[in-house]
């Protein structure tokens, strides 16, 4: 099987320092299921395809060592494609060096890794997940197994496709009803040229793939084995329908698709919820796997981005740290902001004086504050892991939501829980005018969950759409939705320094326009358009 990108001239981010333009490679990028087998044996049983399965949700959490370290699949994409450009996500220690992805500087640079990884990861998925799809029929092994392995495929398919588009085409609502250009539509193993689709397009395709997966799913009989929530299964083709639909603003298929994927999965506990997000909960839909012996070792999410990972646990960097303002919008006794140092857990102290806090960085200096902060960690540490910020250092905001249950960075990370289907629905209620539906969501997610016992919820009107909003954002921060969520709200990024009541570093403290940077919206790599001769 030929490749989709045909070279790559790449400039290397170096963490919290400068760029660095890396040699050029004429060799095209590798998207075939195994390097040792071609597509029709990796499928030629149900036994190879299962493993074939496999390799494609590996590709998720896989160091794609091509682009360099840290391209991790979708943990890079959750943090560098969705945290860093967010308003809510601060990571000061190296926000000056990261500041282009941060201020979303980069999206026209279509020589640049930055540009075109996105790309390549999720159509190396595609690229997999066709070679399933296209052979499975004609494998030896059960009929059973046989559409339960082309519903996984086609719904890897349909998550790709879905993400594609967050990145690479224009909002739904400025999209004059999907006519806008969408992504390459390549649903079989050819590699010759393809024009783009349109969004309406694509987004048909989207719907027509999990509609037969999910047909398949319960034609199949079975269900992804205990725990392995990193294949799909017919809630995992549930919830990809509901996101691609809330996206395209088909609110009264996203409100039935979101409600079907969290079946069987419920709200965790409060003790789930401070147990790490480093293991599957009740509620995981879909998510990664994690184990020791699959240890990508210092490019993995952990070991920079958990709060007692590597990083934070021999170096000043931190772990990332929740927005200011909208933490302080959380009442005090919400069981998510005890996941975060916020002022109101260290009363007493002037956070405007640099004896206490560092102006730029937001980190913690006063000796007596730091005490309380390391008081205040061991009292709600995660049980039975590493401590976190064993480095001793702290920052506003800093997050005690991700850890690592081994070292550097071992863990799962969650790609979607049923939290999420219940803030869908909560977001289609609004806008399909159920304002009571949309309040009784709100009231599930925070209350009826245990996560604030006296959460109520009367508000209507854009009083309830910044209520949403708040609550979406502090659930599921940190998990890959931030950027995308303010691009399709077409909502502005404000970022302010501390002086400003904030807690962002000088250089990324800016405003976006929703009209600004390309309209949101990263150019097509330059191989693609080089490599294929239909596109314009």
Request: include cysteine; hydrophobic fraction near 35%.
């Amino acid at each position: 099987m030929r490749k989709y990108i045909s070279k790559l001239f790449i400039c290397s981010l170096v963490a919290g320092a400068s760029f660095l333009t890396l040699s050029c490679s004429n060799d095209y990028l590798d998207t075939k299921p195994t390097s040792s087998v071609g597509a029709t044996d990796a499928v030629g049983t149900t036994d190879n395809a299962w493993k074939t399965l496999n390799g494609v949700a590996q590709l998720m959490i896989t160091q794609h060592s091509y682009y360099g370290q840290g391209f991790n699949g979708e943990g890079y994409i959750m943090i560098r494609m969705e945290s860093y450009p967010s308003q809510n996500y601060n990571y000061n220690y190296y926000a000056n060096g990261w500041m282009p992805l941060f201020n979303q500087t980069f999206h026209n640079r279509t020589t640049s890794q930055y540009n075109s990884y996105a790309w390549y990861y999720y159509y190396s998925i595609i690229g997999n997940s066709n070679s399933i799809i296209c052979n499975i029929d004609a494998a030896e092994g059960s009929d059973s197994e046989k559409k339960f392995l082309k519903a996984s495929a086609l719904t890897f398919r349909a998550y790709a496709f879905e993400k594609l588009l967050h990145y690479y085409s224009w909002r739904w609502k400025d999209s004059n009803n999907g006519a806008s250009q969408g992504v390459i539509l390549r649903l079989d193993e050819s590699t010759d040229g393809m024009p783009f689709s349109t969004m309406a397009e694509c987004y048909t395709q989207i719907y027509k793939d999990l509609d037969e997966a999910i047909a398949l799913f319960n034609e199949s009989g079975i269900d992804r084995p205990s725990g392995e929530v990193w294949l799909p299964n017919v809630n995992v083709a549930h919830a990809v329908y509901a996101r691609a639909a809330l996206y395209k603003e088909d609110y009264a298929k996203a409100l039935s698709e979101a409600k079907l994927a969290r079946q069987g999965y419920p709200l965790m506990s409060n003790a789930e919820y401070h147990a790490g997000f480093c293991n599957p909960t009740s509620e995981w839909i879909f998510g990664s796997f994690g184990g020791s012996q699959e240890n990508i070792w210092y490019y993995s999410h952990g070991t920079q981005y958990a709060c007692n990972g590597y990083y934070a646990s021999v170096q000043p960097t931190g772990a990332g740290a929740i927005g200011r303002e909208l933490i302080n919008r959380i009442p005090d006794n919400d069981a998510r902001k005890a996941l975060f140092l916020t002022e109101d857990k260290f009363p007493g102290y002037d956070w405007n004086d640099e004896d206490v806090l560092d102006p730029d960085y937001a980190i913690f200096w006063d000796d007596d504050l730091i005490a309380e902060t390391e008081a205040y960690i061991d009292q709600v540490a995660a049980p039975g892991l590493e401590t976190p910020y064993q480095a001793g250092y702290y920052y506003l905001g800093a997050q005690l939501k991700f850890y690592v249950f081994d070292l550097p960075g071992v863990s799962y990370l969650p790609f979607i829980r049923s939290s999420e289907m219940v803030l869908v629905e909560a977001e289609a209620n609004y806008f399909l005018n159920n304002t009571a539906d949309a309040q009784a969501a709100l009231v599930e997610l925070n209350a009826t969950s245990g996560r604030n016992p006296q959460y109520t919820c009367s508000k209507t009107g854009d009083d309830l759409w910044n209520e949403i909003m708040d609550y979406r954002e502090v659930e599921l921060w940190g998990e890959g939705f931030a950027w995308s969520d303010y691009k399709r709200w077409k909502r502005p990024i404000v970022r302010n320094t501390v002086a400003n009541g904030g807690n962002a570093y000088p250089t990324v403290a800016i405003t976006i326009p929703v009209d600004g940077v390309n309209n949101w919206t990263w150019d097509v790599p330059l191989n693609e358009i080089d490599y294929n001769d239909k596109l314009d």
